[in-house]
């Protein structure tokens, strides 16, 4: 019995390690933006510096939480 319960648990070990695996891979490979409704950069547009993309990196995720939060405003209960 113990032996089939440690077969059962290094099987289960193997298949969450491939799916680990399986999904790095693609989420390295995935060409998604960052920010939802953002277009990726294409491979020419490189921003200058680090500077740069940090300050756009900043602007994307402001108007995005912008949308988010107008999208959440409740009228007032009066």
Known sequence: MRGLGLIGLVL????????AKKQMTSAASSARPAVPGVAAPAAGDAPVNVRDQAQQVQQQVKEAL??????????DDN
Do not use: E, S
Request: proline share 6%; no cysteine.
């Open 66 to 75: 912008d949308a988010a939060a107008k999208t959440r405003q409740m009228p």
């Open 12 to 19: 289960a070990l193997v298949i969450v390690g491939l799916l």
